[in-house]
């Protein structure tokens, strides 16, 4: 089940209503805002309480905003407003006074009235293409918590420092199966563990990409389904894990709409912050780290530069499962230690997230899956994976790396497991994140499967091959899957190739 409103439990959140993305302090104010304006037009006995009443109402909407918070969308509405306001209230002020009231014929008040109702409707739709995002509710039968950790490797040099004291930090999120939480427990903030967190890196993220902070602002406002540190759900049972590498630039909360889906249905995922590489990584000093990660317009200078940050990235997966299987045994304190089985265990990743994954997968058989979403493979190409993979494209079109299907093509066929290529129909790279949850529904830039749409269906992929690979249950993976899109079958290379085989002590 995947509802389309917030928990009533978090009033910050915003709210679908009849269709648009605002919440209802804004929805008064907006509709406060229109009755303004057409209470002009409106039979002579009516206007004046209209009037009154609208005024009323868009002036204790506009104190409540400044209270909670206004966002940018709503000033178009209150500027059409203001702008209505004098010729609106100019009548009854007149009246009360004793002087005859003056009203404009209708054909000089109309083009000033549809010029404001102009101003009043840009609201909305800037509401509509950058709102507040509303998560999904989780389909399992798991409640969701979650847990932020900072790892340090002791025995590994920050090499994007020249520091040759620094070592390699790393920022870790986890989503857990967790016991349900009683009613009006706050949920966890999206984006960062406080909202200034969540506003640093929603600047960062927006900056990253060439964007005005302004415009994503409502992303920090948005609380998700999961509560931090929340106790592990009963049962004893211990859960199969899922490690998980952001794209480039991106950040571990990029996929929160599928790490809770996943742990709803009993899976711990752990999504990680690169520093330098993800735009902004807040540690626990309170120190904020940059991404210092840019194309450099070269081709084969970001090639190599791509496969040395992918290198990274998969050393941080390694170092991460490494510590993972720790706190599975119980060494490091806290939710969900004791409870992670990690002789089952999955590495993904969005854009160069998927890369690192393969790469990690090629490095490290404690991994037993992989899942590459929309990465072009860097790196080397060798030795092969050995794993089963599942690796999600959008289409091919010829504005498409010619490189990109080549290469993951090579990286599927010489794998000695069995290997799925999907191609999603109607889907852009940043489908297979958050990202169609508050960005500008352009089928350019997050594709046209639609706001709840596109992670239904990286869900519903994922899961199905997670529950196969990791949990061995029966089913037909082909059939969930071709369901999605275009799918392509890469059964495994001859396992007596030698140099085929690799054997691994888990």
């Known amino acids: 089940m995947w509802p389309r409103g917030p928990r009533p439990e978090d009033g910050r959140v915003t709210e679908i209503i009849a269709g648009l993305y605002v919440s209802p302090p804004e929805l008064l104010a907006l509709l406060g805002a229109v009755a303004l304006v057409g209470a002009r037009w409106l039979p002579l006995a009516a206007r004046p309480r209209v009037t009154i009443a609208a005024g009323a109402v868009l002036v204790l909407s506009a104190l409540v905003l400044g209270v909670v918070g206004i966002r940018w969308q709503m000033l178009p509405v209150l500027a059409g407003a203001a702008v209505a306001s004098p010729f609106a209230l100019s009548p009854l002020l007149r009246r009360r006074t004793g002087r005859p009231a003056w009203r404009a014929r209708w054909w000089l008040a109309l083009p000033g009235a549809v010029a404001c109702v102009g101003l009043i409707a840009a609201g909305p739709v800037a509401a509509w293409a950058f709102p507040v995002p509303v998560f999904p509710e989780p389909s399992g039968r798991f409640a969701v918590g979650t847990r932020v950790v900072q790892w340090t490797d002791p025995r590994r040099p920050e090499t994007f ?21 009683p009613a009006g427990t706050e949920r966890a903030q999206y984006l960062g563990r406080t909202e200034h967190e969540a506003r640093t890196v929603s600047n960062a993220l927006a900056d990253y990409v060439g964007l005005p902070g302004f415009l994503i602002d409502g992303v920090p406002r948005a609380r998700t389904h999961a509560v931090f540190n929340a106790p592990v759900a009963d049962r004893g049972e211990r859960f199969p894990v899922v490690l998980f590498s952001p794209g480039s630039g991106g950040v571990r909360t990029q996929n929160t709409v ?19 590489d993800s735009a902004a990584v807040v540690l626990t000093d309170g120190r904020t780290i ?24 998969a050393a941080d997966l390694r170092f991460v499962l490494t510590q993972l299987d720790r706190l599975g045994r119980g060494e490091i304190a806290g939710p969900p230690a004791g409870r992670l089985d990690t002789g089952r265990v999955a590495v993904g990743g969005h854009s160069m997230g998927g890369a690192a994954a393969v790469q990690a997968a090629r490095q490290d058989c404690r991994f037993d899956a992989v899942m590459d979403l929309d990465g072009y493979p860097h790196g080397p190409v060798s030795p092969s994976l050995h794993r089963p993979t599942l690796a999600l494209t959008q289409a091919i079109t010829p504005g498409t790396d010619p490189g990109y299907l080549p290469r993951l093509t090579q990286a599927l066929q010489h794998n000695t497991a069995t290997s799925y290529r999907l191609t999603v129909p109607g889907a852009a790279h940043l489908t297979f994140m958050d990202g169609p949850l508050y960005l500008p529904p352009v089928p350019s830039i997050v594709g046209s499967l639609g706001r709840t749409g596109s992670p239904r269906v990286v869900a519903a992929t994922t899961l199905a091959f997670l529950d196969t690979t990791l949990r061995h249950k029966p089913g037909d993976l082909t059939g969930v899957l071709s369901a999605h899109g275009d799918l392509s079958v890469y059964h495994p290379a001859d396992s007596r190739r030698p140099g085929s085989i690799k054997l691994c002590d888990k």
């Open 258 to 276: 599928w790490a809770e889906e996943l742990a709803s249905h009993g899976f711990v995922v752990a999504a990680l912050d690169h520093p330098y």
């Open 161 to 181: 420092t020249a520091d040759p004291h620094d070592r390699r930090t790393v920022v870790v999120q986890l989503w857990y199966p967790a016991r349900k939480s």
């Open 290 to 313: 940059r991404a210092r990660t840019a194309s450099t317009g070269d081709r084969d200078k970001d090639d190599r530069l791509a496969a040395d940050w992918t290198a990274v990235r």
